[in-house]
């Protein structure tokens, strides 16, 4: 059920974090019964859109329309009280009380004659009645440990429903739930919706936001598009934001194979995979949030030990059991945070690059001596190549996260890796950086080295790799060619349940 009745509206809502733009100018409209979703890859700034609504995170400029009541600004207690609710997981629940207690956690006021018997058994009775109207079934006494994704998100709506909310914020929920849990929790929502609930739902699956929503918004590079309504699918998928990103591909001729990997498999994680990369190549992987991606990365990479399979580096078998034995053969992985690229923000940018190839920069007779000659020389030279104007004394913290990627880039070509290893390489990067990034990737490849590119941005992989590997639940179900799918067909194969 849907009216023309706004019931929350937010109007040029801006966010800034180290002077990059997380939300520029979004604006969003709830109407009486709508149901929105709010679509976007892995780190598009969906759970921070949701934390601004709810006044969880403030706003640096912006304005917000509650029944048409003006607001410059809203904290978290003052969204609630005035029926604004967000719903973002496990971090909003308490694990050690039960099913019963977390939907009244903070609400629930006893008269002052209850005993402690009777307000648990007046507690449970209201619990019930809001479970039974709402088709739920669930043990109110069940600790939270033994209750699925799917009844630990309805404990939260009902908690939202006892506080009188009148709109939900809902982030990424659904790509956690298995089929039955999905068609469940989408018949929840349809009900609230039904009642008069706004419902505002972020997730980076297309396929199910298009089951459930009524419109869809896509945020990516900190704007928000027009509404699009669901039944014009083709036209969001296609056009939305198509141009906001240059891809600079380049069509190189490959050389002979550097990495081949068979029958890989770690724990329940990842499942016999098979693949093989030239010299000059990019692929891309891909897959939903859960799919393995990260962890298959890690595996490469020696971050962690692969419980079986066979690894070849030049058409020889070699054993990867560390990080060390995967720098000895030429691999590199390149995280998506500064923690995991082993970055360390109170040293400066020389330093950094240097750190851990101590040997390309020490003095010839004096190995445990850095040569300010050749420091100077090598930290010229990355910084020319990879676009970095700055000063070489310049504290790590204090620089974008886009160049603390290059950094992570720098120290990678210095110790002379042949396969690099990029998780996420785009994210969190404005567009200008982007570019530049994938400037540096062709680079790479130009000097024969071979690339995998772990992603969840469909663009991203269809308009800088050859091939594209799928991976769903730790196994690559397909292999296809960039030039012969489009972005529509990608986003259904990744996330379209068989």
């Not at 039974?132 to 440990?145: E, G, P, R, T, V």
């Not at 309805?154 to 809902?170: H, Q």
């Not at 980076?204 to 309504?229: E, F």
């Amino acid at each position: 059920m849907t009216t023309n009745d706004s019931i929350f509206r937010a109007v040029g809502l801006n966010k800034q974090y180290n002077q990059h733009y997380i939300l520029n100018d979004v604006s969003v409209d709830l109407t009486q019964g709508e149901i929105l979703g709010i679509w976007g890859v892995n780190a598009s700034a969906k759970t921070t859109l949701i934390k601004v609504l709810s006044g969880i995170v403030s706003v640096d400029t912006g304005i917000f329309y509650i029944e048409n009541v003006p607001y410059s600004s809203i904290s978290c207690q003052k969204g609630t009280f005035l029926g604004i609710s967000a719903i973002l997981g496990d971090e909003q629940l308490a694990f050690n009380m039960s099913a019963g207690d977390n939907i009244y956690l903070g609400s629930f006021q006893p008269k002052a004659f209850y005993t402690p018997w009777y307000h648990q058994k007046a507690l449970e009775k209201e619990a019930n009645k809001h479970l039974q109207h709402y088709q739920c079934s669930i043990d109110l006494n069940a600790k939270l440990q033994t209750l699925t994704v799917a009844e630990r998100y309805i404990i939260l709506i009902m908690r939202a429903v006892v506080r009188s909310a009148k709109v939900l914020l809902i982030d990424d929920c659904l790509s956690e739930m298995d089929r039955k849990e999905q068609q469940e929790f989408i018949r929840l929502l349809k009900q609230l919706s039904s009642e008069g609930f706004a419902i505002l739902i972020a997730s980076q699956n297309i396929i199910q936001l298009t089951q459930v929503c009524d419109s869809i918004q896509i945020i990516q590079d900190g704007y928000l598009s027009p509404k699009y309504h669901t039944k014009d699918e083709n036209t969001y998928l296609t056009d939305v934001m198509k141009n906001r990103v240059l891809f600079p591909k380049m069509h190189l001729t490959k050389g002979d194979i550097i990495y081949q990997c068979s029958q890989l498999s770690y724990g329940n994680a990842l499942k016999n995979i098979s693949l093989e990369i030239h010299e000059g190549e990019i692929i891309g992987i891909i897959g939903a949030s859960g799919s393995g991606k990260s962890t298959l990365a890690k595996v490469i990479a020696g971050h962690l030990h692969n419980t079986s399979g066979t690894t070849r580096i030049n058409h020889r078998t070699v054993k990867i059991r560390n990080k060390s034995d995967a720098r000895r053969h030429g691999i590199a992985l390149i995280s998506n945070t500064v923690d995991n690229n082993n970055l360390v923000p109170d040293m400066n940018l020389s330093d950094n690059i240097l750190l851990g190839n101590y040997r390309q920069s020490s003095h010839r007779f004096l190995p445990f001596v850095i040569s300010s000659t050749k420091e100077t020389l090598i930290s010229i030279n990355l910084q020319d190549n990879l676009e970095m104007e700055l000063s070489k004394s310049e504290q790590v913290k204090h620089l974008s996260n886009g160049t603390q990627k290059k950094i992570a880039f720098s120290r990678s070509i210095m110790s002379g890796a042949q396969l690099l290893l990029l998780d996420e390489p785009s994210v969190s990067i404005d567009n200008i950086g982007k570019v530049q990034i994938y400037n540096i990737i062709n680079n790479l490849l130009l000097s024969k080295k071979a690339i995998i590119l772990f992603s969840s941005n469909v663009l991203e992989v269809i308009n800088m790799c050859e091939r594209i590997l799928i991976l769903k639940d730790g196994e690559i179900v397909d292999e296809i060619i960039s030039q012969e799918t489009t972005a529509d067909d990608l986003y259904k194969m990744i996330y379209t349940v068989t």
